[in-house]
Nanobody
Framework: QVQLVESGGGLVQAGGSLRLSCAAS??????????MGWFRQAPWKEREFVAA????????GYADTVKGRFTISRDNAKKTVFLQMNSLKPEDTAVYYC???????????????????WGLGTQVTVSS
């Protein structure tokens, strides 16, 4: 079955950086055929879109709240997608999830319900 495993979360001071990773396995086709997304959910808030990347890596999209601070990338040989987070703010505190869609060659999407497979998440805490 499809497994997505996030790592790299932790506690960091405001202004600091973290790099999240998400390793994929069990996909029907090559990892390079699947768009990937990052979402986050803070306590008592809805899950929100953070960033997405196309299967080729040529197209990326970001939430306005993270644009210019976060960068999504992928290493298809390692079946891994990354989220580089710089200039972190306390409001970035959340559990971060990676996700992918069941159908290969799908466009990267911003709506969480467009994604079929999810990791268990990694906690990011930014102290002020």
């Amino acid at each position: 079955q499809v497994q997505l495993v996030e790592s790299g979360g932790g506690l960091v001071q405001a202004g600091g950086s973290l790099r999240l990773s998400c390793a994929a396995s069990g996909l029907t086709l090559s990892f390079s055929n699947y768009a990937m997304g990052w979402f986050r959910q803070a306590p008592w808030k809805e899950r929100e879109f953070v960033a997405a990347i196309s299967y080729s890596g040529g197209n990326t999209g970001y939430a306005d709240t993270v644009k210019g601070r976060f960068t999504i990338s992928r290493d298809n040989a390692k079946k891994t997608v990354f989220l580089q987070m710089n200039s972190l703010k306390p409001e970035d505190t959340a559990v971060y999830y990676c996700a992918t869609r069941r159908s290969p060659f799908s466009a990267p999407a911003q709506a969480w319900h467009e994604y079929d497979y999810w990791g268990l998440g990694t906690q990011v805490t930014v102290s002020s």
